[in-house]
Protein backbone atom coordinates (compact mmCIF):
# COMPACT_ATOMS: atom_id res chain seq x y z
CA UNK A 1 0.00 0.00 0.00
CA UNK A 2 3.11 2.45 0.73
CA UNK A 3 4.26 1.39 -2.49
CA UNK A 4 1.20 2.24 -4.45
CA UNK A 5 1.33 5.95 -2.57
CA UNK A 6 4.79 6.68 -3.58
CA UNK A 7 4.09 5.30 -7.03
CA UNK A 8 7.05 3.69 -9.16
CA UNK A 9 9.55 2.69 -7.15
CA UNK A 10 12.85 2.99 -9.66
CA UNK A 11 15.19 5.30 -7.57
CA UNK A 12 17.01 5.04 -4.09
CA UNK A 13 14.82 8.09 -3.20
CA UNK A 14 11.71 6.60 -3.91
CA UNK A 15 12.71 2.98 -1.66
CA UNK A 16 13.78 5.48 0.78
CA UNK A 17 10.48 7.36 0.71
CA UNK A 18 9.06 4.06 1.42
CA UNK A 19 10.60 2.82 4.20
CA UNK A 20 9.68 5.89 6.28
CA UNK A 21 6.33 5.93 5.24
CA UNK A 22 5.50 2.86 6.30
CA UNK A 23 7.46 3.52 9.95
CA UNK A 24 5.38 5.88 10.06
CA UNK A 25 2.69 3.70 9.80
CA UNK A 26 4.42 0.99 11.97
CA UNK A 27 4.33 3.14 14.84
CA UNK A 28 0.66 3.43 15.80
CA UNK A 29 0.34 3.38 19.28
CA UNK A 30 -2.93 1.34 19.19
CA UNK A 31 -1.07 -1.36 17.39
CA UNK A 32 0.93 -2.19 20.10
CA UNK A 33 -1.81 -1.67 22.66
CA UNK A 34 -3.98 -4.36 21.23
CA UNK A 35 -0.73 -6.50 20.47
CA UNK A 36 -0.89 -9.81 22.84
CA UNK A 37 -4.54 -9.07 23.77
CA UNK A 38 -7.28 -11.05 23.09
CA UNK A 39 -8.91 -7.87 21.22
CA UNK A 40 -9.81 -9.43 17.15
CA UNK A 41 -9.36 -6.29 16.00
CA UNK A 42 -5.18 -6.64 15.03
CA UNK A 43 -6.06 -9.81 12.89
CA UNK A 44 -9.23 -8.83 11.16
CA UNK A 45 -7.71 -5.44 10.16
CA UNK A 46 -5.08 -7.64 8.16
CA UNK A 47 -8.12 -8.74 6.03
CA UNK A 48 -8.98 -5.23 5.63
CA UNK A 49 -5.68 -4.04 4.54
CA UNK A 50 -5.38 -7.04 2.41
CA UNK A 51 -8.66 -6.38 0.39
CA UNK A 52 -7.83 -2.85 -0.21
CA UNK A 53 -4.53 -4.22 -1.42
CA UNK A 54 -5.23 -6.30 -3.99
CA UNK A 55 -8.87 -3.94 -5.28
CA UNK A 56 -6.39 -0.57 -4.87
CA UNK A 57 -3.85 -3.50 -7.89
CA UNK A 58 -6.73 -4.51 -9.82
CA UNK A 59 -8.32 -1.44 -10.96
CA UNK A 60 -7.86 -0.52 -14.14
CA UNK A 61 -6.04 3.44 -14.79
CA UNK A 62 -7.69 3.74 -17.67
CA UNK A 63 -8.07 0.25 -18.73
CA UNK A 64 -11.04 -1.77 -19.23
CA UNK A 65 -12.19 -3.78 -16.43
CA UNK A 66 -10.94 -7.14 -17.38
CA UNK A 67 -12.37 -10.47 -16.53
CA UNK A 68 -9.18 -11.07 -14.40
CA UNK A 69 -9.04 -7.46 -13.14
CA UNK A 70 -12.75 -8.21 -11.97
CA UNK A 71 -11.20 -11.67 -9.92
CA UNK A 72 -8.81 -10.06 -8.56
CA UNK A 73 -11.65 -7.40 -7.08
CA UNK A 74 -13.77 -9.72 -6.03
CA UNK A 75 -10.60 -11.56 -3.61
CA UNK A 76 -10.00 -8.20 -2.06
CA UNK A 77 -13.80 -7.39 -1.18
CA UNK A 78 -14.45 -10.71 -0.03
CA UNK A 79 -11.25 -10.49 2.80
CA UNK A 80 -13.19 -7.19 3.65
CA UNK A 81 -16.59 -8.81 4.01
CA UNK A 82 -15.13 -11.93 5.49
CA UNK A 83 -13.15 -9.15 8.14
CA UNK A 84 -16.93 -7.37 8.72
CA UNK A 85 -18.78 -11.25 9.25
CA UNK A 86 -15.86 -11.32 12.53
CA UNK A 87 -15.69 -7.91 13.50
CA UNK A 88 -19.47 -5.75 12.92
CA UNK A 89 -17.51 -2.46 13.25
CA UNK A 90 -15.22 -3.10 9.99
CA UNK A 91 -18.81 -2.88 8.02
CA UNK A 92 -17.53 0.83 7.65
CA UNK A 93 -14.45 -0.23 5.65
CA UNK A 94 -16.34 -2.58 3.07
CA UNK A 95 -18.97 0.72 2.70
CA UNK A 96 -15.65 2.51 2.29
CA UNK A 97 -14.17 0.19 -0.32
CA UNK A 98 -17.43 0.48 -2.08
CA UNK A 99 -17.08 4.46 -2.10
CA UNK A 100 -13.42 4.27 -3.69
CA UNK A 101 -14.54 1.90 -6.45
CA UNK A 102 -17.59 3.80 -7.40
CA UNK A 103 -15.20 7.05 -7.29
CA UNK A 104 -12.23 5.22 -9.14
CA UNK A 105 -11.91 6.82 -13.49
CA UNK A 106 -12.88 4.42 -15.58
CA UNK A 107 -13.20 4.59 -19.40
CA UNK A 108 -16.30 3.45 -19.87
CA UNK A 109 -19.46 3.42 -17.53
CA UNK A 110 -20.20 -0.33 -17.63
CA UNK A 111 -16.61 -1.02 -16.40
CA UNK A 112 -17.85 1.19 -13.32
CA UNK A 113 -21.26 -1.20 -12.87
CA UNK A 114 -19.00 -4.09 -13.34
CA UNK A 115 -16.81 -3.18 -10.70
CA UNK A 116 -19.14 -1.89 -8.27
CA UNK A 117 -21.48 -5.38 -8.63
CA UNK A 118 -18.70 -7.79 -8.36
CA UNK A 119 -17.35 -5.96 -5.44
CA UNK A 120 -21.17 -5.92 -3.58
CA UNK A 121 -21.38 -9.73 -4.25
CA UNK A 122 -17.77 -10.46 -3.19
CA UNK A 123 -18.19 -8.58 0.09
CA UNK A 124 -21.54 -9.88 0.78
CA UNK A 125 -20.30 -13.74 -0.19
CA UNK A 126 -17.36 -13.21 2.18
CA UNK A 127 -19.51 -11.55 5.19
CA UNK A 128 -21.84 -14.93 4.65
CA UNK A 129 -19.20 -17.61 4.17
CA UNK A 130 -17.71 -15.92 7.46
CA UNK A 131 -20.42 -15.02 9.39
CA UNK A 132 -23.38 -17.20 8.62
CA UNK A 133 -22.15 -20.59 10.78
CA UNK A 134 -22.04 -17.99 13.85
CA UNK A 135 -25.29 -16.10 13.24
CA UNK A 136 -27.13 -19.12 12.56
CA UNK A 137 -26.27 -20.32 16.52
CA UNK A 138 -27.09 -17.28 18.36
CA UNK A 139 -30.31 -16.24 16.33
CA UNK A 140 -31.28 -20.21 17.56
CA UNK A 141 -30.42 -19.69 20.65
CA UNK A 142 -31.96 -16.03 21.24
CA UNK A 143 -33.65 -15.19 18.47
CA UNK A 144 -31.20 -12.54 16.94
CA UNK A 145 -28.31 -13.02 14.71
CA UNK A 146 -26.69 -10.07 15.82
CA UNK A 147 -27.01 -10.41 19.49
CA UNK A 148 -26.99 -8.28 21.62
CA UNK A 149 -26.38 -5.54 19.06
CA UNK A 150 -29.67 -4.21 16.72
CA UNK A 151 -31.97 -5.88 19.50
CA UNK A 152 -34.02 -3.05 18.72
CA UNK A 153 -34.74 -4.24 14.98
CA UNK A 154 -35.20 -7.82 16.45
CA UNK A 155 -36.45 -7.94 19.28
CA UNK A 156 -34.66 -11.14 21.31
CA UNK A 157 -36.88 -11.40 24.53
CA UNK A 158 -33.62 -11.68 26.33
CA UNK A 159 -32.11 -8.32 25.80
CA UNK A 160 -33.67 -5.17 26.49
CA UNK A 161 -35.07 -3.44 22.67
CA UNK A 162 -32.16 -1.47 22.32
CA UNK A 163 -29.92 -0.94 19.09
CA UNK A 164 -26.56 -0.68 22.16
CA UNK A 165 -25.24 2.24 19.89
CA UNK A 166 -21.57 2.12 21.55
CA UNK A 167 -20.93 5.99 20.60
CA UNK A 168 -19.07 6.38 23.70
CA UNK A 169 -15.86 8.48 21.70
CA UNK A 170 -18.44 10.06 19.12
CA UNK A 171 -17.64 14.23 19.09
CA UNK A 172 -20.49 15.90 20.90
CA UNK A 173 -19.91 18.91 19.06
CA UNK A 174 -18.24 20.74 16.11
CA UNK A 175 -15.56 22.01 18.04
CA UNK A 176 -14.66 18.69 19.55
CA UNK A 177 -14.30 16.93 16.26
CA UNK A 178 -12.12 19.51 14.47
CA UNK A 179 -9.58 19.24 18.13
CA UNK A 180 -10.20 15.83 18.21
CA UNK A 181 -6.68 14.67 15.93
CA UNK A 182 -5.06 17.05 18.21
CA UNK A 183 -6.04 15.83 21.42
CA UNK A 184 -5.15 12.50 19.96
CA UNK A 185 -1.46 13.60 20.31
CA UNK A 186 -1.83 14.18 24.22
CA UNK A 187 -1.60 12.08 27.25
CA UNK A 188 -5.52 12.41 27.67
CA UNK A 189 -7.45 9.39 28.82
CA UNK A 190 -10.60 8.29 26.95
CA UNK A 191 -10.07 10.81 23.87
CA UNK A 192 -10.01 7.89 21.29
CA UNK A 193 -9.36 5.25 23.72
CA UNK A 194 -10.16 3.50 27.45
CA UNK A 195 -6.27 4.56 27.88
CA UNK A 196 -3.95 7.47 26.89
CA UNK A 197 -2.48 6.60 23.54
CA UNK A 198 -0.65 9.71 22.70
CA UNK A 199 -0.69 9.97 18.51
CA UNK A 200 0.80 13.13 17.11
CA UNK A 201 0.08 11.47 13.61
CA UNK A 202 -3.48 11.95 13.29
CA UNK A 203 -2.98 16.00 14.29
CA UNK A 204 0.13 16.43 11.06
CA UNK A 205 -2.16 14.97 8.72
CA UNK A 206 -5.28 16.82 9.25
CA UNK A 207 -2.88 19.94 9.34
CA UNK A 208 -1.23 18.71 6.10
CA UNK A 209 -4.81 17.63 4.25
CA UNK A 210 -5.65 21.59 5.31
CA UNK A 211 -2.26 23.23 4.25
CA UNK A 212 -3.14 21.15 0.82
CA UNK A 213 -6.62 22.49 0.23
CA UNK A 214 -5.64 25.37 0.98
CA UNK A 215 -3.15 25.37 -1.26
CA UNK A 216 -5.47 23.90 -4.04
CA UNK A 217 -7.70 26.61 -3.68
CA UNK A 218 -4.86 29.31 -3.87
CA UNK A 219 -3.94 28.04 -7.04
CA UNK A 220 -7.43 27.62 -8.37
CA UNK A 221 -8.36 31.21 -7.33
CA UNK A 222 -4.90 32.76 -8.89
CA UNK A 223 -4.19 30.82 -11.62
CA UNK A 224 -6.76 28.10 -13.02
CA UNK A 225 -4.82 27.10 -16.08
CA UNK A 226 -1.60 26.56 -14.17
CA UNK A 227 -3.70 24.36 -11.58
CA UNK A 228 -5.08 22.81 -14.23
CA UNK A 229 -1.24 22.20 -15.93
CA UNK A 230 -0.17 20.93 -12.94
CA UNK A 231 -2.84 18.52 -12.48
CA UNK A 232 -2.82 17.29 -15.57
CA UNK A 233 0.99 16.49 -15.00
CA UNK A 234 0.83 15.19 -11.73
CA UNK A 235 -1.79 12.58 -13.12
CA UNK A 236 0.68 11.41 -16.33
CA UNK A 237 3.82 11.91 -14.07
CA UNK A 238 2.40 8.29 -11.83
CA UNK A 239 2.98 6.11 -14.74
CA UNK A 240 -0.09 4.18 -13.82
CA UNK A 241 -0.17 4.68 -10.14
CA UNK A 242 -2.69 7.41 -9.81
CA UNK A 243 -5.84 5.33 -9.55
CA UNK A 244 -4.11 3.32 -6.84
CA UNK A 245 -3.29 6.49 -4.61
CA UNK A 246 -6.73 7.87 -5.79
CA UNK A 247 -8.49 4.27 -4.41
CA UNK A 248 -5.87 4.34 -1.13
CA UNK A 249 -7.33 8.11 -0.79
CA UNK A 250 -11.09 7.42 -0.78
CA UNK A 251 -10.97 4.71 1.12
CA UNK A 252 -9.46 6.25 3.54
CA UNK A 253 -11.39 9.53 3.79
CA UNK A 254 -14.83 7.55 3.11
CA UNK A 255 -14.02 5.19 6.36
CA UNK A 256 -12.16 7.39 8.29
CA UNK A 257 -16.36 9.69 8.43
CA UNK A 258 -18.07 6.57 8.67
CA UNK A 259 -15.71 5.51 11.91
CA UNK A 260 -15.83 8.75 13.44
CA UNK A 261 -19.29 8.97 13.10
CA UNK A 262 -20.15 5.15 14.05
CA UNK A 263 -17.65 5.01 17.03
CA UNK A 264 -14.17 7.00 16.86
CA UNK A 265 -13.14 4.49 19.57
CA UNK A 266 -9.20 3.30 18.48
CA UNK A 267 -9.93 -0.44 18.33
CA UNK A 268 -12.36 -0.24 15.86
CA UNK A 269 -10.03 2.28 13.45
CA UNK A 270 -6.98 -0.47 14.14
CA UNK A 271 -6.82 -0.44 10.12
CA UNK A 272 -7.06 3.58 9.21
CA UNK A 273 -4.56 3.90 12.04
CA UNK A 274 -2.15 1.58 10.12
CA UNK A 275 -2.85 3.26 6.80
CA UNK A 276 -2.82 7.14 8.31
CA UNK A 277 1.29 6.93 8.08
CA UNK A 278 1.71 6.15 4.44
CA UNK A 279 -1.19 8.32 3.20
CA UNK A 280 0.28 11.25 6.10
CA UNK A 281 3.40 10.93 4.15
CA UNK A 282 2.05 11.07 1.05
CA UNK A 283 0.81 14.27 1.49
CA UNK A 284 3.85 15.75 3.12
CA UNK A 285 5.46 14.96 0.14
CA UNK A 286 3.49 16.81 -2.42
CA UNK A 287 3.90 20.23 0.71
CA UNK A 288 7.41 19.57 1.07
CA UNK A 289 11.24 18.37 -0.46
CA UNK A 290 11.92 15.39 0.21
CA UNK A 291 14.61 16.08 2.82
CA UNK A 292 12.16 18.13 5.29
CA UNK A 293 9.67 15.21 4.35
CA UNK A 294 12.43 12.77 6.11
CA UNK A 295 13.03 15.39 8.71
CA UNK A 296 9.36 15.85 10.04
CA UNK A 297 9.03 11.55 9.55
CA UNK A 298 11.66 11.07 11.77
CA UNK A 299 10.99 13.41 14.17
CA UNK A 300 7.49 11.75 14.73
CA UNK A 301 8.93 8.33 14.69
CA UNK A 302 11.38 9.37 17.34
CA UNK A 303 8.75 10.94 19.43
CA UNK A 304 6.09 7.92 19.36
CA UNK A 305 9.23 5.81 20.08
CA UNK A 306 10.12 7.90 23.02
CA UNK A 307 6.16 7.90 24.02
CA UNK A 308 6.08 3.71 23.85
CA UNK A 309 8.76 3.22 26.03
CA UNK A 310 7.82 5.92 28.67
CA UNK A 311 3.81 5.29 28.92
CA UNK A 312 3.65 1.48 27.38
CA UNK A 313 5.69 -0.80 29.22
CA UNK A 314 3.14 -1.43 31.77
CA UNK A 315 -0.33 0.06 30.17
CA UNK A 316 -2.55 -2.54 30.32
CA UNK A 317 -4.82 -2.88 32.78
CA UNK A 318 -4.14 -6.77 33.59
CA UNK A 319 -0.73 -7.11 32.51
CA UNK A 320 0.84 -10.44 34.07
CA UNK A 321 3.56 -12.65 32.21
CA UNK A 322 3.09 -15.02 29.48
CA UNK A 323 1.58 -19.16 30.68
CA UNK A 324 0.88 -22.09 29.33
CA UNK A 325 -2.79 -20.82 29.51
CA UNK A 326 -4.66 -18.01 29.24
CA UNK A 327 -5.99 -17.20 32.95
CA UNK A 328 -4.81 -20.42 34.20
CA UNK A 329 -7.21 -20.03 37.43
CA UNK A 330 -6.20 -22.52 40.67
CA UNK A 331 -9.67 -23.50 40.50
CA UNK A 332 -10.93 -25.72 44.05
CA UNK A 333 -11.08 -29.61 42.58
CA UNK A 334 -14.41 -29.71 42.92
CA UNK A 335 -15.55 -26.97 40.46
CA UNK A 336 -13.28 -28.70 37.64
CA UNK A 337 -14.47 -32.02 38.68
CA UNK A 338 -18.29 -31.41 39.05
CA UNK A 339 -20.85 -29.23 36.97
CA UNK A 340 -22.16 -26.09 38.72
CA UNK A 341 -23.33 -22.85 37.50
CA UNK A 342 -21.27 -19.98 38.03
CA UNK A 343 -23.10 -16.36 38.14
CA UNK A 344 -20.16 -13.61 38.27
CA UNK A 345 -19.97 -10.05 39.75
CA UNK A 346 -17.86 -7.78 37.80
CA UNK A 347 -17.18 -4.87 35.61
CA UNK A 348 -15.49 -8.04 33.75
CA UNK A 349 -17.58 -11.36 33.53
CA UNK A 350 -15.59 -14.17 35.08
CA UNK A 351 -16.53 -16.38 31.93
CA UNK A 352 -12.57 -17.14 31.89
CA UNK A 353 -13.63 -19.85 34.66
CA UNK A 354 -15.36 -21.75 31.75
CA UNK A 355 -12.22 -23.34 30.30
CA UNK A 356 -11.11 -24.16 33.89
CA UNK A 357 -14.31 -25.40 35.10
CA UNK A 358 -16.46 -28.43 34.02
CA UNK A 359 -17.89 -28.29 30.93
CA UNK A 360 -20.90 -29.11 31.59
CA UNK A 361 -21.29 -25.95 34.00
CA UNK A 362 -23.29 -23.13 33.13
CA UNK A 363 -22.42 -19.45 33.43
CA UNK A 364 -24.09 -16.11 34.35
CA UNK A 365 -22.61 -12.70 34.04
CA UNK A 366 -25.29 -11.10 37.34
CA UNK A 367 -23.75 -7.63 38.07
CA UNK A 368 -21.30 -6.34 35.34
CA UNK A 369 -21.75 -3.63 32.25
CA UNK A 370 -25.03 -4.52 31.89
CA UNK A 371 -27.03 -5.72 34.52
CA UNK A 372 -30.23 -7.72 33.86
CA UNK A 373 -33.49 -7.04 35.81
CA UNK A 374 -34.66 -9.93 38.11
CA UNK A 375 -37.56 -9.44 35.92
CA UNK A 376 -36.78 -8.16 32.65
CA UNK A 377 -35.50 -9.37 29.15
CA UNK A 378 -33.74 -12.60 30.26
CA UNK A 379 -34.79 -12.90 33.69
CA UNK A 380 -36.59 -16.50 33.09
CA UNK A 381 -33.76 -17.77 30.91
CA UNK A 382 -31.61 -17.09 33.63
CA UNK A 383 -33.93 -18.51 36.34
CA UNK A 384 -34.14 -21.52 34.57
CA UNK A 385 -30.26 -21.58 34.73
CA UNK A 386 -30.18 -21.10 38.42
CA UNK A 387 -32.81 -23.77 38.72
CA UNK A 388 -30.68 -26.79 36.67
CA UNK A 389 -31.30 -29.47 38.79
CA UNK A 390 -28.34 -31.22 41.46
CA UNK A 391 -25.55 -28.33 40.90
CA UNK A 392 -24.32 -26.49 43.47
CA UNK A 393 -24.39 -22.27 42.86
CA UNK A 394 -22.02 -20.14 42.80
CA UNK A 395 -21.22 -16.44 43.04
CA UNK A 396 -17.64 -15.24 41.59
CA UNK A 397 -17.05 -11.65 42.43
CA UNK A 398 -14.76 -9.37 41.94
CA UNK A 399 -12.07 -9.48 44.62
CA UNK A 400 -11.29 -5.65 44.07
CA UNK A 401 -15.10 -4.93 45.08
CA UNK A 402 -13.81 -5.63 48.62
CA UNK A 403 -11.19 -3.05 47.97
CA UNK A 404 -13.51 -0.13 47.43
CA UNK A 405 -13.40 1.56 50.64
CA UNK A 406 -17.61 2.00 50.86
CA UNK A 407 -19.88 1.30 53.89
CA UNK A 408 -20.24 -2.98 53.75
CA UNK A 409 -17.54 -3.45 50.92
CA UNK A 410 -15.04 -4.97 53.39
CA UNK A 411 -17.42 -8.15 53.12
CA UNK A 412 -18.44 -9.76 50.21
CA UNK A 413 -21.65 -11.59 51.77
CA UNK A 414 -22.63 -8.32 53.59
CA UNK A 415 -22.09 -5.83 49.72
CA UNK A 416 -23.93 -7.92 47.59
CA UNK A 417 -26.73 -10.30 49.57
CA UNK A 418 -29.50 -7.44 49.17
CA UNK A 419 -29.01 -8.32 45.23
CA UNK A 420 -28.81 -11.80 45.45
CA UNK A 421 -32.37 -11.79 47.20
CA UNK A 422 -34.12 -10.62 44.92
CA UNK A 423 -33.40 -13.85 42.28
CA UNK A 424 -34.12 -15.52 45.81
CA UNK A 425 -30.54 -16.91 46.45
CA UNK A 426 -28.65 -16.18 49.33
CA UNK A 427 -25.23 -16.92 50.47
CA UNK A 428 -24.79 -20.50 51.81
CA UNK A 429 -23.05 -20.77 55.74
CA UNK A 430 -19.43 -22.04 54.00
CA UNK A 431 -16.66 -20.32 53.67
CA UNK A 432 -16.31 -18.03 50.51
CA UNK A 433 -12.88 -18.84 48.79
CA UNK A 434 -9.92 -16.40 47.16
CA UNK A 435 -9.41 -17.54 43.84
CA UNK A 436 -6.28 -16.64 41.72
CA UNK A 437 -4.21 -17.21 38.42
CA UNK A 438 -1.12 -19.74 38.90
CA UNK A 439 2.08 -18.78 38.55
CA UNK A 440 3.78 -18.34 34.79
CA UNK A 441 5.48 -21.18 33.85
CA UNK A 442 9.58 -21.05 34.52
CA UNK A 443 9.89 -22.12 31.09
CA UNK A 444 8.58 -18.86 29.85
CA UNK A 445 10.91 -16.93 32.06
CA UNK A 446 13.51 -15.75 29.26
CA UNK A 447 10.69 -14.58 27.53
CA UNK A 448 8.81 -12.21 29.65
CA UNK A 449 12.84 -11.08 30.71
CA UNK A 450 13.15 -9.87 27.01
CA UNK A 451 10.18 -8.13 27.16
CA UNK A 452 10.10 -6.30 30.24
CA UNK A 453 6.79 -7.68 31.56
CA UNK A 454 6.26 -8.15 35.33
CA UNK A 455 3.11 -9.10 36.98
CA UNK A 456 0.34 -5.78 37.57
CA UNK A 457 0.90 -4.86 41.23
CA UNK A 458 -3.36 -5.79 41.07
CA UNK A 459 -3.81 -8.93 39.39
CA UNK A 460 -7.08 -10.48 39.04
CA UNK A 461 -8.54 -12.52 41.65
CA UNK A 462 -12.34 -14.06 42.34
CA UNK A 463 -14.15 -14.39 45.11
CA UNK A 464 -15.69 -17.90 45.06
CA UNK A 465 -19.05 -18.37 47.02
CA UNK A 466 -21.12 -20.92 47.32
CA UNK A 467 -24.83 -19.74 47.12
CA UNK A 468 -28.22 -21.20 48.28
CA UNK A 469 -31.95 -20.26 47.88
CA UNK A 470 -32.87 -17.29 50.12
CA UNK A 471 -36.02 -17.41 52.55
CA UNK A 472 -39.10 -16.49 50.74
CA UNK A 473 -39.49 -13.55 53.17
CA UNK A 474 -35.94 -12.20 52.71
CA UNK A 475 -37.08 -12.36 48.70
CA UNK A 476 -40.28 -10.86 49.58
CA UNK A 477 -38.66 -7.94 51.39
CA UNK A 478 -36.11 -7.33 48.95
CA UNK A 479 -39.24 -6.87 45.90
CA UNK A 480 -40.69 -5.01 48.13
CA UNK A 481 -38.12 -2.48 48.41
CA UNK A 482 -37.06 -2.45 44.66
CA UNK A 483 -40.76 -1.61 43.97
CA UNK A 484 -40.64 1.12 46.12
CA UNK A 485 -37.48 2.61 44.89
CA UNK A 486 -38.48 1.91 41.33
CA UNK A 487 -41.37 3.56 42.11
CA UNK A 488 -39.93 6.88 43.31
CA UNK A 489 -36.96 6.80 40.33
CA UNK A 490 -39.65 6.57 37.59
CA UNK A 491 -41.90 9.80 39.22
CA UNK A 492 -38.85 11.59 39.56
CA UNK A 493 -37.22 10.88 36.19
CA UNK A 494 -40.35 11.63 34.37
CA UNK A 495 -39.08 15.39 34.17
CA UNK A 496 -35.77 14.09 32.57
CA UNK A 497 -36.79 11.95 29.72
CA UNK A 498 -33.69 11.97 28.41
CA UNK A 499 -31.86 9.59 30.79
CA UNK A 500 -34.41 8.09 32.55
CA UNK A 501 -37.00 7.19 29.85
CA UNK A 502 -33.87 4.76 28.37
CA UNK A 503 -33.57 0.86 29.68
CA UNK A 504 -32.01 1.59 33.59
CA UNK A 505 -30.10 -1.46 34.90
CA UNK A 506 -30.52 -1.84 38.95
CA UNK A 507 -27.44 -2.97 41.55
CA UNK A 508 -28.51 -3.03 44.65
CA UNK A 509 -25.74 -3.11 47.37
CA UNK A 510 -25.42 -2.31 50.96
CA UNK A 511 -27.76 0.49 51.78
CA UNK A 512 -27.47 1.78 48.24
CA UNK A 513 -29.08 1.48 44.79
CA UNK A 514 -26.84 1.98 42.14
CA UNK A 515 -28.64 2.68 38.66
CA UNK A 516 -27.20 3.08 35.47
CA UNK A 517 -28.09 3.45 31.43
CA UNK A 518 -28.74 0.43 29.84
CA UNK A 519 -24.87 -1.65 29.21
CA UNK A 520 -23.16 1.25 29.74
CA UNK A 521 -21.41 2.20 33.14
CA UNK A 522 -19.58 5.49 32.14
CA UNK A 523 -22.31 7.30 34.15
CA UNK A 524 -24.47 5.96 37.32
CA UNK A 525 -26.50 7.29 39.57
CA UNK A 526 -25.86 6.19 43.44
CA UNK A 527 -28.79 6.80 45.77
CA UNK A 528 -28.11 6.07 49.46
CA UNK A 529 -30.92 4.71 51.50
CA UNK A 530 -32.81 8.22 53.10
CA UNK A 531 -29.71 10.01 52.10
CA UNK A 532 -27.99 11.59 49.42
CA UNK A 533 -27.94 10.39 46.01
CA UNK A 534 -24.85 11.63 43.24
CA UNK A 535 -24.42 11.37 39.68
CA UNK A 536 -20.80 9.92 39.23
CA UNK A 537 -18.56 9.17 36.20
CA UNK A 538 -17.55 5.77 35.90
CA UNK A 539 -14.40 6.25 34.15
CA UNK A 540 -10.66 8.39 35.22
CA UNK A 541 -11.03 11.27 36.60
CA UNK A 542 -13.69 9.80 38.57
CA UNK A 543 -15.57 12.70 39.95
CA UNK A 544 -19.29 12.61 41.19
CA UNK A 545 -21.70 15.53 41.64
CA UNK A 546 -23.85 15.69 44.24
CA UNK A 547 -27.42 16.04 42.96
CA UNK A 548 -29.79 15.66 46.49
CA UNK A 549 -31.69 13.41 48.47
CA UNK A 550 -33.34 10.23 48.71
CA UNK A 551 -36.24 10.29 51.02
CA UNK A 552 -38.67 7.82 52.64
CA UNK A 553 -41.26 9.14 50.03
CA UNK A 554 -39.81 10.67 46.68
CA UNK A 555 -36.14 11.68 45.50
CA UNK A 556 -35.37 15.36 45.52
CA UNK A 557 -32.76 17.12 43.57
CA UNK A 558 -31.52 20.63 44.24
CA UNK A 559 -31.28 21.35 40.47
CA UNK A 560 -34.30 20.37 38.74
CA UNK A 561 -32.95 20.54 35.26
CA UNK A 562 -31.30 17.44 34.23
CA UNK A 563 -29.21 19.12 31.42
CA UNK A 564 -27.45 21.24 34.22
CA UNK A 565 -25.56 17.69 35.85
CA UNK A 566 -24.35 16.52 33.19
CA UNK A 567 -22.22 19.70 32.02
CA UNK A 568 -21.68 20.37 35.47
CA UNK A 569 -19.79 16.70 35.80
CA UNK A 570 -18.06 17.22 32.61
CA UNK A 571 -16.60 20.92 33.75
CA UNK A 572 -15.25 18.46 37.03
CA UNK A 573 -13.96 16.16 35.26
CA UNK A 574 -11.65 19.07 33.24
CA UNK A 575 -10.48 20.19 36.44
CA UNK A 576 -9.48 17.28 37.37
Same mark, same amino acid.
Given at each position: ????????????????????????????????????????????????? @?? %??? &???? $?????? !????? *??? /?????????????????????????????????????????????????????????????????????????????????????????????????????????????????????????? @?? %??? &???? $?????? !????? *??? /?????????????????????????????????????????????????????????????????????????????????????????????????????????????????????????? @?????????????????????????????????????????????????????????????????????????????????????????????????????????????????????????????????????????????????????????????????????????????????????????????????????????????????????????????????????????????
Amino acid at each position: LTELLVGDIKTVRDRVMVIAFWLLGASAPIYWYLVGTSFADLMTSVLVL @AG %LYL &VARA $LPDNDH !ATPAR *LRW /IAIGAALAGAASGARIHNAVYVVGLLCAVALARYPHPVDRLRAIGVLSLAALSGWLLCFVPWARDVYREFGNPLFPFFNGVFRSPDFPASNLPLTSFVPDNLWDLVTLPFRMGTYAIWVYAE @AA %LPD &VRPG $LLAGCV !AACGF *LWL /IRRIRAPAIAAASDAHAVSSTEGMAQGRRVIGVFFAASAILWLATSSNARYGVALFLLGGPVCGAVLARLLPLRHVLLVTAAVLVWQAALQELFFRQYRLQSIPWADHYFDWALPSHVVTEP @AIFLSFGFKTASTLAPRAHPDSAHVNLVGQHTPAFDGPGSDRIRRIIGLPHRRIYGAFDFYFTQQGVPGASSIKTYFRDHLRLWGLDFSDEKCELISLRPGSVKWASINRIAGTRANPAPPMLILCELRPSSLPDQQRALEEFTSFALKLEQFGAACPEYFAKPLTYTRVYRRWIVSSFASFEMTFDFEDEGPFYLQQMRPPYVALRLGGLTRDKIVAAEPDCRKWFSRLSQDSRLN
